[in-house]
């Protein structure tokens, strides 16, 4: 059996995040601040996670410090998966793409997708809807809206206009057609108005050198594994503009035999969408939990592949 670190997106960011990282992330935010040209700990005021860049920049310096300070603790997993912006603390963990290159790369990843849409846009989570019955909802309005994520069976996130996307949400309730709840995120991401955002970021990345990840990569965007530098490439630099597919990421896994799903701070939104995948496995948020519950819990997946 196997085990999968899941780095949260955008949504989960919470205000004061990094002031509450794990012993040790001190020289990280230091590296952190020396790249960006600026004090890394001003970035989670609830002023500054109005902009997409610090909370992309946050979600990506907590995944990276919770994930070193376990994998100095106790065995490394087996798999890493982010969703959206997730995935850039998922290739650090792997060691495919080195950190001070991320915290560039992710900086400009926020300015790009903010400059594009600054403001009128986003994204809505629908959940009691299946695909078929959200396309069928988005054919019925005008205006710029486009499923963005496959979360789980019952949940699909649409990205677009806010006029659309209200458009959308006013529809289903007529119809008494599930729940609609717009967001924390403030521009239109894994859609097609992200692709010129999208394309400007993979030039930024062709002077970027990444590696073989060490730890299985699971793309979120094709829910299969990448191995290759260059795919790895395109797949960070391109998946801010394709639809996430969550979950078949997390059936990915378990197929492939992982069974202890583990959701890197903040928050427990993945542990939510991931119970229903790993009924036969185990699901845990490190926010919250125990070191020694953790440590426990790796370590009986290790002494299970044996």
Known sequence: MSSLF??????????????????????????????????????????????????QLCLLLSGVAWARWLMQRSPAPDYVAGLSIGAYPAAVTAGALGFADAVRLVALRGELMQCAYPQGYGMTALS?????????????????????????????????????????????????????????????????????????????????????????????????PVFDPQR?????????????????????????????????PPGSVLSGLARAVFEQGRVVAVEGTRWDTLDALLRQEVADDR
């Not at 078949?248 to 035999?257: I, S």
């Open 128 to 224: 009691g809807l299946d695909l078929a019955s959200v396309e069928r909802l988005l054919s019925e309005v005008e205006g710029e809206v486009f499923v963005a994520n496959l979360n789980s069976e019952n949940q699909i996130v649409i990205a677009g206009s806010d006029t659309a996307m209200a458009a959308v949400a006013a529809r289903a309730r007529r119809q008494g057609q599930g729940v609609a709840r717009r967001l924390a995120v403030s521009v239109p991401s894994h859609c097609p108005l992200l692709d010129g955002p999208a394309a400007e970021l993979a030039s930024a990345f062709a002077t970027v050198e990444l590696h073989r990840p060490r730890i299985t990569y699971l793309s979120a965007s094709s829910a299969r």
């Open 6 to 55: 899941a780095f949260p997106g955008q949504g989960a960011q919470q205000v004061g995040m990094l002031q509450r990282l794990p012993e040790g992330a001190g020289q990280l935010l230091e590296e952190a601040s020396d790249t960006l040209g600026q004090a890394a700990l001003a970035l989670d005021s609830r002023q500054a996670l109005q902009s997409t860049r610090a909370v």
């Open 232 to 264: 790895l490439r395109d797949d960070l630099a391109g998946n801010m503009a394709r639809v996430v597919d969550w979950r078949a990421t997390l059936r990915n896994a378990f197929e492939r035999g992982v069974r202890l799903h583990l959701e890197i």
